[in-house]
């Protein structure tokens, strides 16, 4: 009977924890939405016609795409 209570807690954690991850990520994409800058679509045409990243030389740029840890 005890294994049994033993699982179900362990089942039980691991469904909590990976609850909690879920809530985690999703506030975390809201507060990173929130930190990006609003650009109409006018602003967006102007900035695409203005820069090019052929204009920049490749060592210019820094990848940043690990920083976050894994992909989603």
Do not use: C
């Not at 990976?18 to 985690?24: D, I, Q, T, W």
């Not at 650009?39 to 690990?66: C, K, L, M, W």
């Amino acid at each position: 009977m005890e294994s049994t209570n033993a699982l179900d807690i362990q089942a039980l954690k691991a469904i909590v924890k990976e609850s909690v991850r879920e809530v985690m990520r999703e506030k975390w994409f809201k507060f990173f939405e929130m930190l990006i800058p609003y650009v109409d679509d006018n602003e967006q045409t102007d900035v695409e016609a203005t820069f090019h990243p052929s204009d920049y030389e490749r060592e210019e740029f820094i990848d940043v795409t690990g920083w976050l840890g894994a992909p989603l």
